[in-house]
T-cell receptor, first 112, second 114 residues
Framework: QKEVEQNSGPLSVPEGAIASLNCTYS??????FFWYRQYSGKSPELIMF????GDKEDGRFTAQLNKASQYVSLLIRDSQPSDSATYLC????????????FGGGTRLMVKP | EPEVTQTPSHQVTQMGQEVILRCVPI?????FYWYRQILGQKVEFLVS????????KSEIFDDQFSVERPDGSNFTLKIRSTKLEDSAMYFC????????????FGPGTRLTVL
């Protein structure tokens, strides 16, 4: 059973702080990991993906992957109120369909 | 910037009726997906589609569901006889051949079964 787990939150951080979002996955065959942002009532919006151990930076966002610990994280630097949303972690196992398995999401609240 | 589009944005139907949800994937993408999200729950995979056939489907995607690419641009999800528990947001996603498996989601269709 392929599962992706996230703390549902809410995670509350002050404006300008670093928000740290975490995700664990059960399937060692999972090879790629994706972070999506979802505003209430809207569709998932891709932020970034990672497939190699270590860090990957894109603007204010840094994704971290540790395959030995089956752990993925997303850091958001200089958090803004507009970053307030639910952050979805998704894993992809490279089968024929390349489907995404999503976690339940972590709700982030950035307070001005 | 190219994007996935979906119609309608909201569909209300009576239990037992057939519905067709429509999607126009990003134009040069080759892989297409349907996901659903019941209110307050996880996004769940339904089906993936490539080269005019289903590549993978989940347990949710039973005989009541079907997908089709009727022409070069549309990708549809049909639910033959809707149940109350089919009420959810349905998202279409697509990805290209050259990108590293990044899937881009459409805005979704909210399906309400009464």
């Amino acid at each position: 059973q392929k599962e992706v787990e996230q703390n549902s939150g809410p995670l509350s951080v002050p404006e300008g702080a670093i928000a740290s979002l975490n995700c664990t996955y059960s399937d060692r065959g999972s090879q790629s990991f994706f972070w999506y942002r979802q505003y209430s009532g809207k569709s998932p919006e891709l932020i970034m993906f990672i497939y190699s151990n270590g860090d990957k930076e894109d603007g204010r966002f840094t994704a971290q992957l540790n395959k030995a610990s089956q752990y993925v994280s997303l850091l958001i630097r200089d958090s803004q109120p507009s970053d307030s949303a639910t952050y979805l972690c998704a894993a992809m196992f490279n089968n024929a369909g390349n489907m995404l398995t999503f976690g339940g999401g972590t709700r982030l609240m950035v307070k001005p | 910037e190219p994007e996935v589009t979906q119609t309608p944005s909201h569909q209300v139907t009576q239990m037992g009726q057939e519905v067709i949800l429509r999607c126009v994937p990003i134009s040069n993408h080759l892989y297409f997906y349907w996901y659903r999200q019941i209110l307050g729950q996880k996004v769940e995979f339904l089906v993936s589609f490539y080269n005019n056939e289903i590549s993978e489907k989940s347990e949710i995607f039973d005989d009541q569901f079907s997908v089709e690419r009727p022409d070069g641009s549309n990708f549809t999800l049909k639910i033959r006889s809707t149940k109350l528990e089919d009420s959810a947001m349905y998202f279409c996603a697509s990805r290209g051949a050259s990108s590293y498996n990044e899937q881009f989601f459409g805005p979704g269709t909210r399906l309400t079964v009464l």
